[in-house]
């Protein structure tokens, strides 16, 4: 009902506003004098997150592109390989199990299918498995030996908004638990981490004020019929899921790569007018990897694409080569995602809203897939 919208046009509209508190009470409590301390964590015990060898995420839809994500940041901070699994490719592979890995589910609402099968069979096979969650009770966390809830508020929308950052920032927390743990960061290096975790809420609602640049670029796409994003590093799950909320929303075809990729494929598909959306990384942070980005942008702009620009304040670099920038507040790297990942929501339904569809409930779709 409108009421439960709270005055939003959208359940989704209203999640999408949502990330700042959704992140926010995901780490409240976690966090002391600096260092991530999950309290879900210590009971599992520091001995069994010493040993890990190996971590596996399994997940579906936007859960699995939270995971890519943080697949970057855990190996980063932990030098324990990760690995992301489909849940359902995984558990009909006979993956290699064994009681030093890790096995982390994410679920928003704790009932894929597929996801709560995975667990269980991981399970079965020896390995310890971590519950990332937002539903209180669900199935897969009952089935598992810890949970981490987000704690994100019912979301509603079907397609996942304010779940996938609160995954992202508990998976963030998992793994900054995990290198204190394992001595793998310093008491220092931890702290910066938390801030620059912390500091997430306030640049998510600045974030939120890009919504009249995105609105327009909405407007004039309404006839597109294909979409393409690009990104690199943490960038590159972005472009995955910007990817998969335009599919889900605004049924449009729309695709994710990887920006090293564009000369292995993708560009055979630019052609003038093709709209390219870009997650550039950070010429301070991603020093090396800004150059390489800006000159994929200037190879597809040669050819004709539309390049919609999402990057960080002050990155002059792009603006010769972009048709639109879009703002994002200056982060650190492995922090961007949380950042980029917004325009790209409200890009999807806004899109969806100018066609005149359902974005709470796209044709076709569940919540929750309960079933294989
Ligand atoms: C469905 C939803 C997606 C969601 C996926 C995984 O496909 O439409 O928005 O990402 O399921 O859901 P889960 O509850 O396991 O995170």
Known sequence: SASEKGGWSSFMAKEVSEQPDAVRNTLRGRIHEGQAVVPELTEFGDDVLAGIRRIVVVACGTAANAGYVAKYAIEKWTRVPVDIELSHEFRYRDPVLNPETLVISI??????????????????????AISICNTQGATIPRESDAVIYTHAGPEVAVASTKGFTAQIAALYLFGLHLARVRGSLSEAECAVQIAELQAIPDKLATTLLQESTVHELATWMADTRAVLFLGRHVGFPIALEGALKLKELAYIHAEGFAAGELKHGPIALIEPGQPVFVVVPSPRGSAHLHPKVVSNIQEIRARGARIIAIAEEGDVAVLPFADTVIRIPLASPLFEPLLAVVPL????????????????????LAKSVTVE
Do not use: C, H, W, Y
């Open 107 to 128: 679920s928003q609402s704790g009932e894929t299918m597929d996801t709560l099968m995975a667990v269980k069979f991981a399970r079965e096979a020896g390995a310890k």
């Open 345 to 364: 929501q409200i890009f999807a339904m806004e899109l969806a809203t100018v066609k005149g569809l359902d974005v709470d409930q796209p044709r076709n």
